[in-house]
């Protein structure tokens, strides 16, 4: 099975020409996380990739995320497996990206 990193879910989920992109990469207290922004020509972000990894892991998180967002759609993904999370793993739960969200409910946003 192919890893979908942030770089492999950028290639497939291109928006076109006329587009730029910007990336990057930081560390929060317990995620590294890495990022890709689609701008359009007026400035305006239209889709982003982005994943999320326990700096340490079992440490201090266990999960691992990847996290795609179109318009005004969202997904995210997540694995406990200590490797890059991928559109394969089933999605994270909406408790995972909003504090008060329902565990019952994926992180789906439409």
């Not at 007026?42 to 982003?48: H, K, M, R, V």
């Not at 079992?58 to 997540?78: D, Q």
């Amino acid at each position: 099975m192919a890893d979908r990193s942030v770089q492999a879910c950028w290639r497939e989920n291109r928006l076109g020409d006329g587009y730029t992109t910007s990336s990057g990469s930081f560390r929060s207290y317990c995620f590294n996380i890495e990022y890709r922004f689609e701008t359009n020509k007026a400035g305006e972000i239209d889709a982003f990739v982005a994943t999320g990894q326990p700096v340490i892991y079992g440490e201090c998180r266990v999960r691992n995320y990847l996290i795609e967002g179109h318009g005004y759609s969202l997904k995210m993904y997540a694995t406990a497996e200590n490797r890059h999370a991928t559109t394969s793993d089933p999605p994270a739960r909406m408790c995972e990206l909003e504090d008060l969200g329902d565990c019952r409910i994926p992180a789906e946003i439409d």
